[in-house]
């Protein structure tokens, strides 16, 4: 009676991506949730609690996963904590639209640990489609409670915490799953004999013995340093095994699971025939169409961007009602956008405290560092954060409904050839709106390699910012509508052409014969995603990354305020005299070689390269115009020094905000600093062999 | 030798296969221990009903005990199945 003497238990919630797991977690615990890291992993561990009859009861949220087999980080996480950290319980989730599929990982943990629940989710969404599933004998059969719920629309909740409780406390005797391997198990008990003369592993041993003979390197891993002897027999074991059984052991245990599983589903599942065909089945004649599917998935995707970008500033919105004359619309949409309204928050608030500070006669240098520098900070950091929500949000609703997993699919085809599967897609579309959420997503890339790859990839892609100096500057220089779009349309396929070409030149320095992962998605049935749970999601994954890394972009903000704002005769009068300045100077040498050598100009590169955004405002701050476009007009740049800036821009070291999370997601300085050089010095070289092109034929 | 075997019976691999019949998995060549042992986890293992809903240029989508998923033609030359 573990219950009575215990006023807290720790329950683990499992299952696979899409089962709905997240969901449930968080209407379980509410807002009572932490946000933190594995050690040592990348993968995010969600926290929570409730109490129930004046119990405490913590959930940790294990990542989601489709079996226990040791293949990624995610795996490795989830049964290490099953196993090591003991939980009182194991919620499992099953989903009961896709029953047979999700058991399988259920199996698994069944095998490793008694203490456990399953919860039926989807539960409303499976009789819908016809599909019923007879639980109380579901939970005759794997003797633990079974609890139908629906996640989502929080039925059965209450339900699935009594029989946690249940469980917790021992009133509910459940019992650990063993199957009989048949022609296995033999080999079985002759390793768990080896395994009995080896140092005591910490799993239980059957359960290793099984693995073992499947192959799982971990194991394997941890046996090579304690007991390399057993590790040497259990290898020939399996030869012996493939040679006398004509299978691999892993055939044979995953066979000995499924047709578990196939009995169990024809014991307790009931499937009405449903006469037309589903919502998913023609949606699917769409998207899975070879020539309608890939227009489809382009069309929601520039949808989808299109309408992150207008909320996020208003354009490309403002343009259309430009052109219809409405200037008075155009201009209340760029003011009422996401940034607008926050950098007008933000002014307002700098001026706010500077009244007060002078109220309190401090020196003026600490009330301009605070409000020009921790202020203007703060803002540059919160300037972006509506853009990363939004590139979430936006995202999320299409991974949730469905719809991700069918654009993977045709993506597939384009991905392959810069060396990614057709997940990729996913993260490289981000990127348009912001590099960062691109970069954190490419952990659903599954070979570590590849998650690099895309990782030093994935600023190549030109962000919202980019366009937004590329937009500035067209409309300073160019009048002409076409001309504008021509050099904007110019700058993105040079980004996609040395996409393609960085890609092959990774792959055959840094990896040895590398192939792209062959393709394994699941299509999850379409569904209508809920608005709470996206906020939700997208809500906890950018504010995450802001508390990871705003210590860094916000000293990195005050030291470029710095910089700018101070010179060697302290705080400055005008630009020129500012330590960036004197720097912007040392660069001109290095700006003769991409036709750009005037410091004002190196001035706003080193200023991009905290937010791209900040390149024009150092400019109106050097030339010491108050409107953007006469101040870069006041520049004099030649079409050929436009096209080098325009480039040398888009390709050179990305921002803070996105070395931080490169870093975050790499672990390693080494590939954080190949980035930031490679995107230098490739810069660099483009931008003057496009300098000295153009300049020999204009 | 075994080839002929093979096209006595009828087997062929998923990625010549025809679209929309039921389908016995017959072997699947897992390589090593990379991700193509996911195959056997989703449930493609030896006696397995599946279903080509869709080939499409690139991937193929395939129905495997009420899922569908879309696995790579490199997966697909590797599932060898015999129309029943």
């Known amino acids: 009676m573990r219950y009575s003497t215990k006023k807290e238990i720790v329950v683990a919630l499992v299952g696979s991506p899409n089962v709905g797991k997240s969901t449930l977690f968080n209407n379980l615990t509410g807002h009572r949730q932490h946000v933190g890291n594995w050690p040592g992993k990348t993968v995010d561990r969600y926290e929570g609690s409730l109490e129930h009859h004046g119990i405490k009861i913590k959930i940790i949220d294990l990542p989601g996963t489709y079996s226990l087999g040791a293949l990624s980080e995610e795996e490795i996480i989830t049964r290490e904590f099953i196993i090591k950290e003991h939980p009182d319980v194991v919620v499992i989730i099953v989903n009961a639209v896709e029953f047979s599929q999700s058991l399988y ?101 059957r359960w290793a013995a099984i693995r073992l003979l499947e192959g799982d390197r971990h194991l394997e891993e941890i046996l090579k340093n304690s007991c390399k002897e057993a590790l040497c027999a259990i290898n020939e074991i399996a030869q012996i095994i493939k040679q006398e059984l004509g299978a691999s052991p892993e055939l044979l245990s995953i066979s000995v699971r499924y047709d578990y599983i196939t009995s169990i589903v024809k014991q307790v599942l009931i499937t009405e025939k449903v006469a037309s065909p589903t919502f998913s089945e023609k949606l699917d004649k769409i998207f899975l169409n070879s020539l309608l599917g890939p227009i489809a998935s382009f069309t929601i995707l520039v949808l989808t961007l299109f309408i992150i970008f207008s909320i996020n500033t208003g354009f490309p919105l403002n343009l259309f009602f430009q052109y219809l004359g409405l200037e008075e619309v155009a201009t209340w949409i760029e003011e009422n956008s996401l940034s607008g309204l926050l950098g007008t928050l933000f002014s307002i608030l700098g001026d706010v405290i500077r009244t007060f500070l002078t109220k309190l006669n401090l020196p003026l240098q ?27 949000l936006a995202f999320g609703a299409l991974e949730d409904s469905g719809l991700l997993a069918r654009i993977a699919v045709i993506g597939d085809r384009i991905t392959r050839k810069i060396g990614l599967s057709g997940k990729a897609i996913i993260p490289l579309i981000l990127g348009f709106g912001c590099n960062v959420p691109s970069i954190i997503g490419t952990r659903i890339l599954e070979e570590d390699r590849e998650k690099l790859l ?81 906020l939700w999601h997208a809500w906890d994954k950018s504010s995450h990354f802001l508390r990871k890394a705003g210590t860094i972009i916000l000293a990195l903000s005050i030291i470029t305020w710095f910089l700018l704002y101070y010179g060697p005769s302290g705080e400055i009068i005008h630009a020129n005299e500012s330590f960036a300045a004197i720097l912007g100077n040392l660069l001109v040498p290095l700006g003769n070689l991409v036709g750009l050598g005037d410091w004002k100009i190196m001035l706003s590169f080193e200023a991009g390269f905290i937010a791209k955004e900040g390149m024009i405002e150092s400019i109106v701050l050097a030339t010491g115009y108050d409107n953007s476009i006469q101040a870069i007009r006041s520049l004099e740049l030649t079409f050929p020094q436009i096209i080098s800036y325009l480039l040398i821009m888009s390709i050179y070291t990305p921002c803070i905000p996105t070395i931080a999370a490169f870093y975050q997601e790499s672990r390693k300085a080494k590939y954080t600093l190949l980035l930031l050089a490679y995107e230098l010095l490739v810069a660099l070289l483009v931008g003057s062999i496009s300098y000295h092109i153009f300049s020999f034929f204009l | 030798m075994a080839s002929r075997e093979n096209a006595m019976k009828r087997i062929l691999p998923l990625i010549a296969a025809p679209q929309g019949i039921p389908l016995r998995v017959v072997n699947v060549d897992i390589r090593g221990r990379g991700p193509s042992r996911r195959l056997l986890e989703i449930g493609i293992i030896p006696g397995t009903i599946i279903r080509i809903v869709t080939k499409t240029t690139g991937p193929i989508i395939i129905e495997v005990r009420g899922s569908l998923f879309a696995i790579g033609k490199g997966h697909a030359r590797r599932i060898y199945v015999e129309v029943i």
Do not use: W
């Open chain 1, 454 to 534: 895309a990782n030093l990839l994935a600023p190549l892609i030109p962000c919202q910012a980019r366009l937004f100096v590329m937009i500035a500057f067209v409309t300073a220089f160019f009048p002409n509508p076409l001309h504008q779009a021509l050099i904007i349309i110019v700058v993105y396929l040079t980004s996609f052409f040395l996409l393609i070409l960085l890609s092959s030149l990774f792959r055959k320095i840094l990896f040895k014969d590398y192939m792209p992962p062959e393709l394994l998605i699941e299509l999850p049935p379409y569904h209508r995603p809920s608005l709470r749970v996206l």
């Open chain 1, 366 to 392: 600490i009330i301009d560092m605070i409000t020009d520098g921790v202020i203007a900070g703060i803002g540059s950091i919160l300037g972006f954060y509506p853009l990363i929500l939004m590139v979430y």
């Open chain 1, 105 to 205: 990982l259920a199996l698994q943990i069944l095998e490793l640990t008694p203490n456990a629940v399953i919860a039926l989710n989807k539960i409303d969404a499976a009789e819908k489609r016809g599909i019923h599933i007879h639980y109380t004998r579901l939970q005759k059969i794997l003797q633990v409670p079974v609890v139908p719920i629906s996640a989502l629309h929080r039925i059965g909740l209450h339900n699935l915490v009594e029989r946690i409780l249940d469980v917790a406390s021992g009133r509910i005797r459940t019992k650990t799953l063993s199957l009989d391997y048949n022609g296995l198990e033999h080999y079985i008990k002759v390793i768990e004999n080896i395994l009995s003369k080896c140092e005591p592993l910490d799993y239980p041993r």
